[in-house]
Nanobody, 121 residues
Framework: QVQLVESGGRLVQIGGSLRLSCAAS????????MKWYRQVPGKQRELVAS???????TYSDAVKGRFTISRDNNKNMVHLQMNGLKPEDAATYYC???????????????WGQGTQVTVSS
């Protein structure tokens, strides 16, 4: 089983930068696609960015050009570099990982507990 722990969320000013990190630990065969989602109260959780094990990345239109997702397969970590932060980026950010358990063969999805990003003027 995989545990995901996010970190890096805090209060930041409009236009500022922030780097979120997510560390995966536990027993598993392989971690495949890792993703960042975000959610504000009363709204659905939305996909922000994803990165495959091979490094293929996708971004939502809302963050394209401002956010960069990266991962370190050796450390089982995924990061989200957020630049040019806007008030609408304020949310709880969640890490999600698809992994292959030791028991196999079906992939399992796991969520972290979330980290809060606040953007203020």
């Amino acid at each position: 089983q995989v545990q995901l722990v996010e970190s890096g969320g805090r209060l930041v000013q409009i236009g500022g930068s922030l780097r979120l990190s997510c560390a995966a630990s536990g027993s598993f065969f392989r971690i495949d696609t890792m993703k960042w989602y975000r959610q504000v109260p009363g709204k659905q959780r939305e996909l922000v960015a994803s990165v495959t094990r091979d490094g293929d990345r996708t971004y939502s239109d809302a963050v394209k050009g401002r956010f960069t997702i990266s991962r370190d397969n050796n450390k089982n970590m995924v990061h989200l570099q957020m630049n040019g932060l806007k008030p609408e980026d304020a949310a709880t950010y969640y890490c999600n990982a698809d992994y292959l358990p030791l028991s196999g063969p079906k992939s399992v999805s796991r969520w972290g507990q979330g980290t809060q990003v606040t953007v203020s003027s």
